[in-house]
């Protein structure tokens, strides 16, 4: 193990409280400290901060995606062969991990919009159609936050207040940003 990374795993084992075992870890790297944290038992989940590939311990393997935005209409998604060479590509360049073999392959639409922030909330046109869209290749880690602001905004509730002190404001998740002023 390399000094910065044995120091890491040292410093992350010191202060990390005993109960937490999920770690996200952005900016990587070779994936050193994840596949060490991993080995540990902890579930990781390992960011490139380039945001060019990201991947996760998944049932004794790893879940990896190529983080692309490839343009589609809507459709069947079917994974791309090249798409998974890429994928293994930057995983291998990137981390010392070795990728011999590809168990299960799969492909899913991701939507975005211009900013890349959700959109969610009432639509300022339409009666009471409601967005949740816009989460990208972020939508399992989010999800359950977003399903919760969803809720609470759809209700009227406004924003759960764990959500408002993390900074987030209606307005930026608001469908009405896009209407023409």
């Known amino acids: 193990m390399q ?5 890491t795993y040292d410093f992350v084992k010191r202060f ?3 109960e937490s075992r999920r770690i996200l870890e952005v ?3 070779v ?7 991993f080995k540990d038992g902890y579930a990781v989940v390992a960011i490139d901060s380039d945001e ?3 991947f996760k311990p998944e049932v004794g393997q790893f879940l990896a995606s190529p983080a692309d935005e490839t343009p589609s ?5 079917q994974p791309e062969e090249i798409d998974i060479a890429v994928a293994v590509e930057r995983i291998e360049t990137a981390t010392t991990l070795q990728i011999r073999r590809i168990k299960n392959k799969w492909a899913g639409l991701r939507s975005f919009v211009a900013d890349k922030n959700l959109v969610v909330g009432y639509d300022p046109v339409v009666e009471n159609f409601f967005w949740l869209a816009g989460q990208g290749g ?6 359950a936050a977003a399903g919760r602001l969803a ?7 406004g924003l759960p207040s764990d959500i408002a002190e993390l900074g987030v404001a209606e307005a930026a998740l608001s469908p009405a940003r896009f209407t023409q002023r």
């Open 52 to 54: 060019t590939f990201y």
């Open 73 to 77: 209409p809507p459709c069947d998604a």
């Open 31 to 37: 994936g050193e400290l994840a596949a060490r944290l």
């Open 16 to 18: 990390l409280p005993s």
């Open 27 to 29: 900016g990587c790297g």
């Open 138 to 143: 972020y939508g399992i880690q989010t999800g």
């Open 151 to 157: 809720t609470s905004l759809a209700l009227g509730k």
């Open 3 to 7: 000094f910065e990374t044995r120091y």
